[in-house]
C-alpha cells in the first residue's frame, strides 16, 4: 500500500546528524514506493541559542528526489498555524516527528494538537531526557508527547524513557540505521595523504561536535596514559567546539600532549570529507558521559571501523564488547588501557571482520518495517 508521509524535522538547508538522518529516510521510503516528504524549518533555532558557527550548509547541494517544504518558525504560534494548515489541506496518511530538544515541545507539540483528528501523529524520539538540563525540561517533553499517538525511538533507554510521559503501548525499539550519504569507502592510504596524516601512525578518532556531555576531556585525559604513550597512539579530534575550547586546550598542555599527539581539526566537517575521516583511522572513540542513541556510530559501521564506548545509555547496544570493539566504564584508566590492547594486540583485524557481519541489522529496510508496523497498530 502506497503512503503519504510527511517527516517533520530538519533537512537541507540545516546542517547535522538530524537533517541527515532525515533525507536518508525520506530517500528510503520514496525508493519502496511512498510518497514521502520532508516539512522542514524556516527558523530552527535562533542564533543566539545556537552555539555553533552556522546552522547551515556551505557548500552542500540539495538532497535529488526528495521534496522539502521549508515552513516551520519554532518561536512563532502563528506560523504554526499555517503549517497545521498545510498538512490538513495536503491529507497524509501519518506524519512522524523528529523530537530530541524539549525547545522544540511547543511548536511540534501545537502542531501535533492541531492536526491529530486527521492524520495519524507518530514521534521519533532521539531523547526525551536531553543530556544537559535546564529549567523547563520536563513540561515542554510532556506537553509534546501528549500531542503524540506514537512513538519510535532508536534505543531501548529512549523507549523506556517514554513511558515518565505516557503509559502508551503505542511504541516500538529500531536501531539506528547506518548513513550512506556520505560517500563510498576510499583506502587508509587515500583519506591519510587527504588529511596530511602519517600513513603509519596509530589513529584514534573522535568524530563530531564537541559538548560536555561526549566526554572528550576523558579521553585526552587517556591519552596520557603510560600504556597509550608507549604505543604511540595518536588522537584524532575533527568537529566543532560547542564548549569552551581552552578547556580542552588546556588538559593537551597538563599531560603534555603535543600537536603530533592530539591532532585538532577543529571545524564543522562537511559532508564530502566524512568518509576521509572515518576511512583513516584505526579506531572510533565515543567516551560520552550521557548517550541515547549514536549517529557517529552508524557511520563507524558504514564504513567498517571498529569502535570504543563507554557504557551509557544505548552504546552498549550497539557495539558488542570485545567483537566489535569495547564497552568500557567512564574512567580515563580504562579507557586508555583498552585503546592500548586494540593496537598492542593487533585487534584490528578480527574486530573489523565483526563490524561487517553485524552491520547486516541496521540496514533501512528494518527501521522502515518497523515505523510502519507502528503505523498500522495505531491505525
Same mark, same amino acid.
Given at each position: 500500500m502506497r503512503l503519504k508521509i510527511f517527516i517533520i524535522g530538519p533537512a537541507y538547508p540545516l546542517r547535522g546528524g538530524p537533517a541527515q538522518f532525515n533525507e536518508n529516510l525520506c530517500h528510503e521510503l520514496r525508493q519502496q514506493g511512498h510518497d514521502a516528504q520532508i516539512i522542514s524549518y524556516r527558523l530552527q533555532y535562533p542564533n543566539f541559542l545556537f552555539p555553533g558557527s552556522s546552522q547551515f550548509e556551505t557548500n552542500a547541494q540539495a538532497p535529488a528526489n526528495t521534496p522539502i517544504h521549508t515552513l516551520i518558525n519554532s518561536i512563532n504560534p502563528f506560523n504554526w498555524l499555517r503549517v497545521a494548515h498545510f498538512i490538513k489541506k495536503e491529507k497524509p496518511d501519518f506524519i512522524l516527528f523528529r523530537f530530541w530538544l524539549p525547545f522544540f515541545g511547543p511548536s511540534l507539540g501545537t502542531i501535533a494538537r492541531l492536526v491529530k483528528k486527521h492524520t495519524r501523529v507518530l514521534a521519533l524520539t532521539d531523547n526525551v531526557i536531553p543530556?544537559?538540563?535546564?529549567?523547563?525540561?520536563?513540561?515542554?517533553?510532556?506537553?509534546?508527547?501528549?500531542?503524540?499517538?506514537?512513538?519510535?525511538?532508536?534505543?531501548?533507554?529512549?523507549?523506556?524513557?517514554?513511558?515518565?510521559?505516557?503509559n502508551t503501548t503505542h511504541k516500538v525499539y529500531a536501531p539506528h540505521p547506518m548513513y550512506e550519504t556520505y560517500g563510498a569507502p576510499v583506502s587508509q592510504s587515500e583519506a591519510r595523504q587527504k588529511l596530511g596524516l602519517k600513513p603509519d601512525d596509530k589513529i584514534v578518532l573522535f568524530f563530531g561536535l564537541i559538548r560536555h556531555y561526549k566526554g572528550l576531556d576523558l579521553l585526552i585525559e587517556a591519552m596520557a596514559h603510560p600504556a597509550v604513550r608507549l604505543a604511540k597512539i595518536k588522537l584524532l579530534i575533527a568537529g566543532e567546539f560547542y564548549d569552551d575550547k581552552m578547556m580542552y586546550i588546556n588538559a593537551m598542555q597538563h599531560y603534555q600532549l603535543n600537536e603530533e599527539v592530539v591532532i585538532l581539526h577543529d571545524k564543522f566537517i562537511l559532508n564530502e570529507d566524512v568518509k576521509y575521516y572515518f576511512c583513516a583511522a584505526n579506531l572510533v572513540a565515543q567516551t560520552y558521559r550521557t548517550a541515547t542513541n549514536s549517529g557517529v556510530s552508524m557511520v563507524s559501521y558504514y564504513y567498517? $571501523?571498529?569502535?570504543?564506548?563507554? *557504557?551509557? %545509555?544505548?552504546?552498549? /547496544?550497539?557495539?558488542?564488547?570485545?567483537?566489535?570493539?569495547?564497552?568500557?566504564?567512564?574512567?580515563?584508566?580504562?579507557?586508555?588501557? $583498552?585503546?592500548?590492547?586494540?593496537? *598492542?594486540? %593487533?585487534?584490528?583485524? /578480527?574486530?573489523?571482520?565483526?563490524?561487517?557481519?553485524?552491520?547486516?541489522?541496521?540496514?533501512?529496510?528494518?527501521?522502515?518495517?518497523?515505523?510502519?508496523?507502528?503505523?498500522?497498530?495505531?491505525?
Open positions: 543530556h544537559e538540563k535546564r529549567v523547563g525540561d520536563k513540561p515542554l517533553t510532556q506537553y509534546f508527547i501528549k500531542g503524540c499517538q506514537g512513538f519510535i525511538a532508536m534505543s531501548q533507554k529512549v523507549l523506556q524513557d517514554i513511558s515518565l510521559f505516557t567498517n $571501523k571498529p569502535m570504543l564506548v563507554t *557504557n551509557v %545509555g544505548g552504546l552498549p /547496544e550497539i557495539v558488542i564488547h570485545n567483537k566489535c570493539g569495547y564497552v568500557v566504564e567512564k574512567s580515563n584508566t580504562q579507557i586508555g588501557q $583498552k585503546l592500548a590492547d586494540y593496537f *598492542n594486540e %593487533g585487534k584490528e583485524d /578480527e574486530f573489523t571482520k565483526n563490524v561487517i557481519e553485524e552491520k547486516k541489522k541496521y540496514e533501512w529496510s528494518h527501521f522502515i518495517n518497523k515505523l510502519l508496523e507502528l503505523y498500522n497498530t495505531c491505525s
